[in-house]
């Protein structure tokens, strides 16, 4: 009746789910789909109609999302420790990530530049706003929602890694360190390793 089972694509986002599932230690089925045939196919669409990875199952529930399978995981599991006593903090970056972060790392990527004039009616202001809190935070903490770790590193760490190592990020010695620390869990080194694995890499 609980049973985990991630839905996924080793060169996508599910790179997220894996590690969060990693860190729960518990045990979980892996689903592994292909881009434009099983990743659309009637049977997927019917759990995620955007027919897209990652998608977790528990059970009957259906989580898609990777921040809402990162804060929907961590509640269900308690006991892995991955939500923090201050909910707060945690809420304001896990969204954070979702929200300004992700979408001023995509337009930049994308060559949106957003003007002067028009960051008022952008939610997350403009590229350099986004840093700027990021690094912010980080010069202060070890992790992002306050002094440990907790599942808003899994998802806000993962884009911070990618942003580092696709340069969609400035190379800030605090996303750096943050990256480092994040790179160092076992369950990141497991989750990675599998997923090499399985798209062929040694």
Not at 35 to 52: C, D, F
Not at 113 to 142: P, S
Request: hydrophobic share 45%; glycine share 10%.
């Amino acid at each position: 009746m609980n049973k985990l089972t991630l839905y996924t694509h080793p060169m996508s986002r599910g790179r997220i789910a894996r590690w969060m599932m990693e860190e729960l230690g518990q045990p979980y089925d892996t689903v592994l789909l292909d881009y434009g045939t099983t990743m659309k196919a009637p049977e997927y669409l019917r759990l995620n109609p955007m027919g897209k990875v990652p998608t977790v199952t528990h059970g009957d529930r259906v989580i898609t999302e990777c921040a809402a399978i990162c804060t929907y995981l961590a509640d269900a599991f308690p006991q892995a420790g991955l939500m923090p006593a201050d909910r707060a903090a945690f809420y304001r970056w896990m969204f954070f990530g979702a929200g300004p972060l992700e979408a001023a790392v995509v337009n930049r990527s994308l060559g949106v530049e957003i003007t002067a004039e028009q960051k008022g009616r952008v939610g997350y202001g403009c590229f350099d706003d986004v840093v700027a809190a990021l690094k912010g935070q980080l010069a202060q903490h070890d992790f992002i929602a306050g002094p440990a770790f907790s599942a808003a590193d899994v998802y806000v760490g993962s884009q911070i890694g990618w942003g580092l190592q696709f340069g969609t990020l400035p190379a800030e010695p605090e996303f750096a360190a943050y990256a480092a620390r994040l790179r160092d869990r076992p369950a990141a080194r497991r989750a990675s390793q599998i997923d090499d694995a399985a798209r062929g890499t040694p």
